[in-house]
């Protein structure tokens, strides 16, 4: 559902669920650029209220939603960054739209996506690997209805090395 209370619009998936609507509080999507540092195009491809979006300057930026007719699932235009809080109910089919068009993979999400299935191993192996794990404390410290662990999974194409995690409490 979105704020107004219409039904989420589904994807190419055929699967929408009122859950995919988590938004980012702006003051956490302006930690998360700040901290990666996010340079070339960037593509946000579930951009809600552009929370990410509107913090794009100086790169070549885009965007799409669901709610306003740009499927990502459509897009085809490669990126250097993605950065996003992608839907859950289809994260496994947006990781891999993700992997298939960008060089790194910024997702705002509960921790535990990172290894909720081998196939999503397998992608993610296939991909490059999980650079980064940066942890951000419960989920309602950053607006969402629920108190899991989230933080940001920084994926990179051909990367090669162990998995840093960061912890990131400060300011939540």
Known sequence: MTRNGTPTKPNKTKTATAADRVFTKNTTAKWIVDY???????????????????????????????????????WDKKVDWIITNPPYSIYDHFLQKAFSI????VFFVPIAKAFK??????????????KEIVYMGGGSKHGFGFGFPVGCLHYKKGFVGDCKITYAMDGW
Not at 50 to 66: G, H, P, S, T, V
Not at 117 to 130: A, D, F, H
């Open 117 to 130: 299935s081998n196939k999503v191993q397998k992608m993610v192996i296939e991909y490059g690997g999980l």
């Open 36 to 74: 990666f540092k996010p340079q070339g195009s960037i593509l946000e491809p579930a951009a809600g209220e552009n929370a990410f979006y509107n913090l794009f300057e100086n790169e070549i930026k885009y965007r799409c939603e669901i709610d306003e007719g740009l499927d990502f699932f459509d």
């Open 102 to 105: 960008a060089a790194n993979v």
